[in-house]
């Protein structure tokens, strides 16, 4: 398990009394809501910030995994004689 870290942070008493009644009506310790809190809103907060989504970006490299389609109009194009004009 990672070392934990300390966080000291000063909070209104109105604050600290709705945070305990929550946690309480959940049956969590105040630590652990307040942390489950916080991590859920930088999680919100970081997904709004980044410009590639994981799905995305795993949508991308399954893409780039799939074998190129042939495209036709090209390969017609590249048959067809060419001509060359002089000005």
Request: with cysteine.
């Amino acid at each position: 398990m990672a070392t934990a870290t300390r966080l000291n942070f000063r909070v209104r008493p109105d604050t600290e009394q709705r945070l305990r009644a929550a946690a309480a009506a959940c049956d969590e310790s105040l630590t652990d809501f307040v942390i489950a809190a916080a991590e859920e809103r930088a999680d919100e907060v970081l997904a709004t910030h980044t410009l590639v989504t994981a799905d995305y970006f795993d949508r991308l490299l399954a893409a780039l995994d799939e074998p190129a389609e042939p495209n036709k109009a090209l390969r017609k194009a590249a048959r067809r004689p060419r001509q060359f004009s002089q000005s």
